[in-house]
């Protein structure tokens, strides 16, 4: 089932300030909007500069923690 844009902002919105606190979710907020941040080319160059091996452990880890 797909979330809605409402639903999937909220969810963003709660796991921000779950993780970061009000005042560091809004700057995190603001640099995104201010930098014109595009997250798909951000992910390529983060996951294209990692090792493979780290890669794959990380990947290893998340399914481990995050079973369906």
Request: aromatic letters at 12%.
């Amino acid at each position: 089932m797909t979330n809605s844009t409402a639903e999937i902002m909220n969810k963003g919105i709660k796991c921000l300030l779950e993780n970061l606190g009000a005042i560091d979710a809004e700057y995190f907020i603001s640099v995104i909007i201010k930098e014109k941040f595009d997250y798909t080319k951000w992910q390529q160059e983060y996951f294209d500069g990692m090792p493979d091996d780290v890669l794959m452990t990380q990947a290893i880890e998340y399914d481990i923690s995050n079973p369906v």
